[in-house]
Each structure stands twice: as structure tokens, then as C-alpha cells.
């Protein structure tokens, strides 16, 4: 769901936000809190997959229930359009007007949150935008989408 798309469609967006006052080194573990956030099984186990394998790079240990950090996630998408003007050139090589061309792609969105396990407050959220075109590619931009959000996870304490 979250593809890359023709190089004329805006490219991935990925934004992290977290509470800057909390010390994250004090997590170790986590667990998933009880959401449907996928169109489909397949798909959600993709998206878990994904997000599992950068918490475990992280140094991260999945805990059935009770982790220090509740891992949930939405995923959404919406149909977009871009319209493009390109000059057309004349055979003098002046310009003679303008062609119009208009894309119209879906941008799919995931969005991933991280709660204190204890207070059930969000600490961190990453939002990943792409365009959506081609469902047999999937699941390697997905895990690209998910291991460029957790890039900088957990945040360091300033």
C-alpha cells in the first residue's frame, strides 16, 4: 500500500514526532495493542512484520502483554491529483503555449504510534506517506517506509 510511484508522482514522506522529555532508554520491551488497522490479514501481518523487525534491530524483546511500549498503527488511503504544465516548444524554439497533463494516484498512509505501556500515552508517532500503484511491490516499500521511520528511534534525550 505504501509504493513508491511514477518519478512525476510526489515521492515517500516519512515524520516523526516524539515527547522530547522522556527518556527512552528505559524501554526495553514491547507489545501490540488489540487494533484491526489493516485492510487485510495479509496485509497487517506485513505491516507488523515490518515493525517488528525494527524494533528487534532496535534492541527491543516482543512481550505477549504488558510491554514497556504499546505498538499500534492505522493505515489509510486517499486519491489524489496532480496537474503538470509543460511548455510546448515551436520549431524555432520559442515557446508555443502549454500541454496540460494530470496524474491521478493514490497516496497511502501509515501511521505508527508508540504509548507508554503504563500511562497508555503517546511518546512517539511516525507518519509514512506514499503513492500507492503497484500491489506486487508492496511489501519491499513497506519495509523501506518502516526501517526510514525508525531511522532515528528511540530518540535521545537531549
Not at 500500500?1 to 508522482?9: E, P, Q, V
Not at 512481550?63 to 520549431?91: F, L
Amino acid at each position: 500500500m505504501l509504493l513508491l510511484g511514477a518519478a512525476l508522482l510526489p515521492a515517500q514522506k516519512i515524520t516523526t514526532d516524539f515527547n522530547e522529555s522522556l527518556d527512552f532508554s528505559a524501554f526495553k520491551t514491547y507489545s501490540w495493542k488489540k487494533t484491526k488497522a489493516a485492510a487485510n490479514d495479509i496485509a497487517d501481518n506485513r505491516i507488523r512484520t515490518s515493525i517488528a523487525a525494527q524494533m528487534s534491530k532496535k534492541g527491543f524483546t516482543e512481550a505477549e502483554s504488558g510491554g514497556d511500549v504499546q505498538i499500534t498503527y492505522r493505515v489509510t488511503s486517499k486519491d489524489k491529483k496532480e496537474t503538470e504544465r509543460m511548455p510546448n516548444m515551436n520549431r524555432r524554439g520559442g515557446h508555443s503555449g502549454s500541454t496540460r497533463t494530470t496524474h491521478i494516484y493514490t497516496q497511502g498512509t501509515l501511521l505508527i504510534d508508540i504509548l507508554d505501556g503504563k500511562s497508555k500515552e503517546l511518546i512517539w508517532r511516525a507518519t509514512c506517506r506514499d503513492s500507492v500503484s503497484d500491489p506486487e511491490k508492496f511489501e519491499k516499500n513497506l519495509a523501506s517506509d518502516v526501517e526510514k521511520a525508525f531511522k532515528k528511534f528511540p530518540p535521545k534525550k537531549k
